[in-house]
């Protein structure tokens, strides 16, 4: 089992950056594919980008593509999402979420194990 806790977000003007961090503790992060997912009020979780295992595969919602980057420092047991050029539409509450199993096909779904308790983004316009 592994314990997931983001922190980074916060409040930011429209076309500034932030940098979210996931630690991980309890199990190796190489172990785990990580995601981040995010939910703004009144809608449902969205996907916003996953790595593979090994960090050598990553994807990532049309929304936040070439905007977006997810990295891992898995010495660290750390996963990260820099996010620049924020836009007012990118406000959510962003999750990290891990699973054991997830091979690429599968990474965008949300059927992930284990979650942190979130991290408020706020973009102001």
């Known amino acids: 089992q592994v314990q997931l806790v983001e922190s980074g977000g916060g409040l930011v003007q429209a076309g500034g950056s932030l940098r979210l961090s996931c630690a991980a503790s309890g199990r190796t992060l190489s172990t785990y594919a990580m995601a981040w997912f995010r939910q703004a009020p009144g809608k449902g979780r969205e996907f916003v980008a996953a790595s593979r295992q090994s960090g050598d595969y990553t994807t990532y919602a049309d929304s936040v593509k070439g905007r977006f980057t997810v990295s891992r420092d898995n010495a660290k047991n750390t996963v990260y999402l820099q996010m620049n050029s924020l836009k007012p539409e990118d406000t959510a509450v962003y999750y990290c979420?891990?699973?054991?199993?997830?091979?690429?096909?599968?990474?965008?779904?949300?059927?992930?194990?284990?979650w942190g308790q979130g991290t408020q983004v706020t973009v102001s316009s």
């Open positions: 979420a891990a699973n054991l199993e997830y091979y690429t096909g599968r990474l965008m779904s949300d059927e992930y194990d284990y």
